[in-house]
Structure formats: structure tokens, C-alpha cells
């Protein structure tokens, strides 16, 4: 198949997944459990690794604008520009395509290569809306909860790594994360989140939903469907960047 | 009824099913025979759907399936009862869930209502104290039963069966053909079982259908297959000694 078969086969799926549930409780309970799987369990990673990076954040620019002329505080202005931005939203979608991504791909791709996708088709249930739905809703109503809290605590961890290794001083951080604050970089942020969390829900579920064989290809399945969901949050990145900023 | 007409399917330009035609009757188990790959389950996820035939028709009770709309087809499907080869339960949910599951799905029963339901199909199939478990926790023969009581639970029109009493011991199949037939002339429903098993044939095939390579090559009643000279029911029937034997008491040539 080549990518314009794969794409309709996609936008196909999208429109049987967003149908109205058939039953109510059922998805009540999914999405709880997804919310569990897919938001709750990120948090412990997103806190670590957007608190060490926010450090690293500062200590290399401090290290890099060595000059006089250049004042201090620009140091936590750069920090919070480049977390609100790029890192916290663009970043933390590529780890959590890796982390969540192989998950759904490998929970769908599980159930359709020991039938029980089949199982569910022959109740009755229409398995798109029952399996992907509440993945694609837990998602984008968690990401962005999980972005800001990335945001947040890697101001808060470049702040400590600043202070501690004497690179810049609290008061001059402080100045510098309210220099130019610009309101619409934080909804900037949150649409990419948006976009970048349905593509993590969806792009997996398609890679598992539709896998032939047996454990092999879902272990393979999984693999693609990560390459796919980063390569696809860069190239949207991009656009909507462009389209939002410039 | 079932009524299926000349219907094709293959994989990848490879025939599987060839010209296939048969009719299932209400109330009456028919059982599909034949070798490992003869075609038995292609032929059981073509009925179901899950399979689209290249040729022929396949028709539940007048309803051509192939004509029905997407939300017919979910709602015919909510009368049809299967149990996978490979049991196909769900491994996310408890044995109670699993069989609760389709009543939650399409019923507006109370939780109570539902207990009581699942724990009826539960015993029927021998399977009492196993609610809490989690597929993985439980044996092969166990997940089959769990399987058959989750496709019984909503009173199934249409029951399918894929080798329901592979990988168990004698006792516990018979148990399980028998259960399956009983629910089968109880409820005048449509049962067809996929089996290699000649001791569900003696029990309980009303209707007995032997595929081989994708043709059916014989149809008939369960006396029928012990007196057909048709070579290619000889030949499965009678690959077992025992079954060879007992042919050879019935025909006189041995004595006991
Ligand atoms: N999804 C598929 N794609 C391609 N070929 C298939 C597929 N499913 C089955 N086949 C082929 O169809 C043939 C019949 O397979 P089938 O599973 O129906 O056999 P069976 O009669 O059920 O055997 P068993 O008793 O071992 O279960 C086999 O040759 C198999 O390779
Ligand atoms: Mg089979």
C-alpha cells in the first residue's frame, strides 16, 4: 500500500471512531481507565525529565552569553521562551509518542491479532468507537495538563540549577521570566499540544488496529507507529508554527 | 435458518472455499467437519461476516447479508453467539465482565440482574468460582468455557461455534456438546460447529458437513456417515482405529 492508501484508510478510520458510543457507562469506564494509562501514568516521566531539562536549558545559556553587555536576566526570559515554545509542547509529544504511542499500538494490535477485535465486531460493537475513542478524548483533555505542568516545573528546575551552580541570581531569573510576557505563546503552545495529542492517540491506534499476523508484527507495528507519530508532530510543528507565529 | 449459496473466497488469489452451498436449520446443530486448513473457520468468519465472500449469498432467515446496511448488520449481529478457536476473550476484563460484557453493551439491565444472568450461564458450563480471574489466569479449557458462556449469555438466534472442545478432556466435552445442544433445541436456535472431533459427531451432529480443500464434499445425518461408501467421509471417519473397530462390530465382521 503506498501513503495516499494508508491516508484514506486513516480518515476512513477517523470517521467510524467518532460516532456516538453505543453505550454510555462502557465508555465512562474506558475513558477512566484510559485517563489512567494514558495521562496519569505520564506524569511521573513528564516531571522528570522537564525538570533536568530546564536546568540544562539554563546552564548552557548562561554559559553561552558570557558577554557583559548582555544582561543576566535574559538568561530565564530565554528559558521560559524556549519551554513555552518549543520544549514542553514539541519535545514532550515526541517522548510521550515513544512511551504512549508503543502502548496503544501494542494494547489494539494484542486484541486484533488474538481476535478479540473480531469478538467485539461480532456482538455488534463497532471496536473503533469502543477501543480509540476514550484513548483520543483521555489524551487531548490530558496533554495539555501534562505540557503545562512540564512548563512550569522546568522553569522551576532551571531555577534551581541556576541559583545552586551561582549562574544567575533568583531576582534576576525572576525579572527575566516576566520580561515580555505574551500571552498567546501559551495558547500557541496548548493548540500544538491539541493537535500533537490526537496524533499520538490516533496514528498508534491506526498502526494496531489494522496489523496482520502475530506477535512479531505487533512488536513491528509498534516500532512504525512511533517513527510515524514523531515524523508526523515535526512536519505539523512546522505548519503550524508558520501558521500561528509568522 | 441459515441459508448459504455457492459462495466463494480465497486470500491473495489462492482459492480457500470453492462453490460452498448449505442450509442450517433452526433448532438443529449441524456440524462442519474436515482436515486441519480443509476451510472451517474461513468458512465460519464468512458467515459471520468477518470474511466478505467473492461469489454467492449468504442469507439469516431471509436477511442477505450482503445487502444490509452497516447498523443492520450490527444489530443482526447482536443475535449471533460465537466462540473462537482461540476463545478470544478480553483480556483487560474478569471472567464476570467478559460475560457480562454484551449484556452491558446492548441491555439496560441493573447490575443485579446482570449478576444473576452471568452466574446462571457460568454454572451451566461448569465455571463457578472463577468470576475474579483474569484470562491469563486461567487454563485453556477454562477459557473456552468462558467463552461459550459469554456467546450464550444474550439467548444468541445464531450460535457459532469454532472447535468449542478442542484442548478439553473427554468428560468436560461431552459436557460442553451436550450444553450446546440443549441451548440449540431450548431456544430453536441455529448452531454450527466447526469440530475434527467424531465423538461430537455421535453426540449431538443432527447435521454433519465434511469440507475438504475448500469443497463440500459431503453432507448428511450422523447414521448417514457410518453407512456412506462416499470415500472421502470414510477416509476421515475412519483415519481413527477405535472408529474403525467400531465399524467393524456393527458391520458383523467382529464379535465381541
Ligand atoms: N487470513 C488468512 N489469510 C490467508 N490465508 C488464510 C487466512 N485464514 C486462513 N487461511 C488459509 O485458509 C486455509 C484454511 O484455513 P482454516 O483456518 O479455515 O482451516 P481449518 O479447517 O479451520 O483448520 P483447523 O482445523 O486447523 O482449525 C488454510 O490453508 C489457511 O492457510
Ligand atoms: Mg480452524
Redesign the interface.
Known sequence: MNYIEHTGKYFAMLKQIFRKP??W??FKESLF?EMEDIGINSIGITAFISFFVGGVVVIQMALNLENPFIPRYLIGYATRMSLVLEFSPTLMSIILAGKVGSYITSSIG??RV???I??L??????SLNYLVLPKIIASVVFYPLLVTLGIFLGIYGGMVAGVLTDLISMPDYITGLRTDLDPFHFTYSMIKTVVFAFVIATIPAYHGYYVHGGSLEVGRAGTKAVVWTSVVIIVLNYFLTQMLLS | MIEVKNIYKGFNGVEILKDVSAVFENGKTSLIIGQSGSGKTVFLKCLLGLFETEKGIISFDGRNYAELGIKVRRKLREEIGMVFQGSALYDSLTVEQNVMFPIKMFKNSSQKEMLIRVNEVLERVNLEKSNKKYPSELSGGMKKRVAIARAIVMNPKYLFCDEPNSGLDPQTSTLIDNLIHEITVENNITTIINSHDMNSVMEIGDKIILLKDGYKVWDGTKDEVFYTDNEAVTSFVYSSNLFKKVREVYTGNIKL
Open positions: 453505543q453505550k457507562i462502557i481507565r494484542t486484541m488474538t481476535e478479540q473480531d469478538a465486531e461480532v456482538m455488534g460493537v463497532n
